[in-house]
């Protein structure tokens, strides 16, 4: 299976194939044991042996790791939800009105926002099932839902427009 893992700004390829492991090209023989009764994991890659513990943060595919005592935020998504996340968010201007549409066909499950709310960046607006998996589309950019123009059941097709988000002009500090 393919990943695309971004870590401190830097965004890898990797791929997951039985007891190998390719980064940026390069495969390497890999092996993930737990240690009982911890969260601690033991990843040994080629011949390197590393002790992580992988903690879920908020977002999906997000986490904190500690890898050999160093620290590392990290995104890890499948190949097709970080399509869809860079989709939803090519599609957003800070300068204009953001509109969130549906990236393929499928069907509207859930919808998290209503006309008038204040939206931040990366917040879940939209759940669509889409080839049998469900999907959250978030806010690309900060603002206030203008509209929501599908409800749950909907079925849309892909480019169809679901929510449009609108700029809020910054206001001083009270």
Same mark, same amino acid.
């Not at 960046?121 to 839902?145: D, Y």
């Not at 929501?148 to 679901?162: F, H, I, M, S, Y």
């Given at each position: ?100 549409? =549906?990236?393929? $066909? +499928?069907?509207?499950?859930? !919808?998290? *926002? %209503? &006309? /008038?709310?204040? #939206?931040?960046?990366?917040?879940? @607006? ?12 978030? =806010?690309?950019? $900060? +603002?206030?839902?203008?509209? !929501?123009? *599908? %409800? &749950? /059941?909907?079925? #849309?097709?892909?480019?169809?427009? @679901? ?12």
């Amino acid at each position: 299976m393919k990943y695309i893992v971004d870590i401190g700004g830097e965004r890898h390829e990797v791929t997951v194939d039985g007891g190998t492991v390719s980064v940026g090209g390069a495969a390497f023989p890999a092996h993930l044991e737990q240690l009982d009764g911890t969260p601690v994991l033991l990843v040994s890659v080629g011949t390197s042996v590393h002790r992580i513990i992988a903690r879920r943060s908020d977002g999906r595919g997000a986490y904190a790791l500690s890898v050999d005592g160093f620290a590392f935020a990290a995104e890890a998504l499948d190949e097709r939800t970080r399509a869809i996340r860079d989709i939803t968010a090519a599609s957003a201007g800070v300068a204009r009105a953001a509109h969130v549409s =549906a990236p393929m $066909p +499928g069907l509207i499950v859930k !919808v998290n *926002v %209503a &006309p /008038g709310d204040v #939206v931040k960046a990366g917040q879940g @607006l939209i759940v669509m099932e889409a080839m049998k998996m469900e999907n959250e589309l978030r =806010a690309s950019a $900060p +603002g206030r839902v203008k509209s !929501v123009v *599908v %409800a &749950p /059941g909907t079925a #849309v097709e892909k480019g169809a427009l @679901l929510v449009e988000i609108e700029p809020i002009a910054d206001q001083p500090a009270a």
